[in-house]
């Protein structure tokens, strides 16, 4: 009895309507359908579970690649925009252990708003000038997809829609 109550209440969401309301649809369909079994339609608890702790995991891999760029560029302004981004890397980390929190917490709004606040850092390292060769502007690109996805599962959660 108690399982299928909890199968009831499970929310299941279809990817095409979460990325209608991404800024980049096309990159989040391809982002969702990457996640085992999402393209059948998935529990939006587990998917948001999923992509929140694939974020935080990308964001760490990124944020190794900064240090590792910091210590190999001789270039004095790419450097300091390496440093700059090493700091708000720091934040998106901050922002989303704490969006997850909110998640756990049922807190879908502080979900948001910790999505939204690790984007802005991501933007803000995406946005430091510097003719940069590196994979970094790729890497910041991809996470403000992930992120913008983290989002609008917290709007799905609230019932915003």
């Not at 390496?82 to 756990?104: I, N």
């Amino acid at each position: 009895m108690f399982s299928s109550s909890l199968l009831c209440s499970a929310r299941t969401v279809k990817i095409s309507d979460v990325c209608s309301k991404h800024p980049n649809p096309y990159n989040c369909n391809n982002i969702l359908n990457s996640v085992p079994g999402a393209s059948l339609g998935a529990d939006l608890n587990s998917l948001s579970k999923y992509v929140i702790t694939s974020a935080h995991v990308y964001a760490f891999d990124t944020i190794t690649l900064v240090h590792n760029l910091t210590r190999s560029i001789n270039d004095k302004q790419l450097k300091q925009r390496y440093q700059a981004c090493s700091m708000d890397y720091d934040d998106v980390l901050l922002s989303l252990t704490q969006a997850q929190q909110s998640f756990v917490s049922g807190d879908y709004k502080g979900m948001k708003s910790n999505g939204q606040t690790a984007l802005k850092d991501v933007q803000d390292c995406d946005w430091k000038p510097g003719n940069d060769q590196s994979d970094l502007p790729n890497k910041n690109k991809y996470l403000e997809d992930v992120i913008n996805i983290i989002i609008v599962f917290a709007d799905f959660l609230a019932g915003v829609y």
